[in-house]
């Protein structure tokens, strides 16, 4: 078993799961709803509930002047529970019970392993739409001018200085609450977006949908904590 480090989980990380900002279209008045009244919203709607919707995703590294486009489908169920499946340009799968991260890569026959918390438990790779609580409690919220007509922007902070998140912007709709768009800012100057379509809201999604068999005779990598 092979041992990764925290930097290059980060890389990884951003490759595979999460890039340029909004575009930046008119803002549209920013009357409406105040902070705490769209929080409260995003609560109800997305509070206890399961999840799955398209995503295009597109990740930019700076330093490197590289910018890579996603698709795929991705499946949230609360608390903490994730899987990104995605369909280009490689085939390839994050999954999170909760507690264990799993990356698998079929066609390297490689499976990466790491506990969950410590790559997304302060809301990394969007994992706070299976547990909408981390917003209040991992961020400082603040409402700036809407990046999109028809919708509200949030700005994250993290309470607690993190290299890989400096900010992240939420985008809203206004009429139905859904965060359609997700945009990650990183200390290396590192952008992210991930554009959500087709969200559905479903009554269950089986617990097995988040966990993960390693194949025998699979490369297994070990991610450092």
């Known amino acids: 078993m092979?041992?990764?480090?925290?930097?290059?989980?980060?890389?990884?990380?951003?490759?595979?799961?999460?890039?340029a900002g909004f575009c930046q279209q008119p803002s549209e008045s920013d009357t409406g709803m105040a902070k705490n009244e769209i929080i409260a919203k995003l609560e109800s709607r997305y509070g206890g509930t399961n999840i799955a919707a398209d995503f295009v995703?597109?990740?930019?590294?700076?330093?490197?002047?590289?910018?890579?486009?996603?698709?795929?489908?991705?499946?949230?169920?609360?608390?903490?529970?994730?899987?990104?499946?995605?369909?280009t340009p490689d085939a390839h799968a994050i999954i999170t019970d909760g507690e264990t991260l799993w990356i698998h890569r079929p066609a390297d026959n490689q499976v990466i392993v790491g506990d969950a918390l410590t790559y997304f438990g302060n809301g990394k790779g969007a994992s706070f739409l299976s547990n909408i609580q981390l917003i209040k409690k991992a961020f400082t919220v603040e409402k700036v001018p809407a990046k999109q007509p028809g919708h509200y922007t949030l700005k994250l902070i993290p309470r607690k200085k993190e290299l890989d998140i400096s900010k992240i912007f939420l985008n809203i709709n206004r009429k139905t609450f859904i965060v359609d768009k997700v945009s990650t800012r990183n200390a290396y100057g590192d952008e992210t977006l991930i554009e959500f379509n087709n969200v559905e809201f479903k009554d269950t999604i089986k617990d097995a949908k988040f966990q993960f068999e390693i194949p025998p005779g699979a490369d297994v990598v070990q991610l450092e904590q």
């Open 57 to 87: 995703q597109q990740s930019t590294l700076e330093a490197m002047d590289i910018t890579d486009t996603a698709t795929g489908r991705v499946w949230f169920k609360h608390p903490g529970m994730m899987r990104w499946a995605y369909d």
């Open 2 to 19: 092979r041992y990764l480090g925290l930097t290059a989980v980060y890389a990884l990380l951003l490759l595979s799961a999460t890039a």
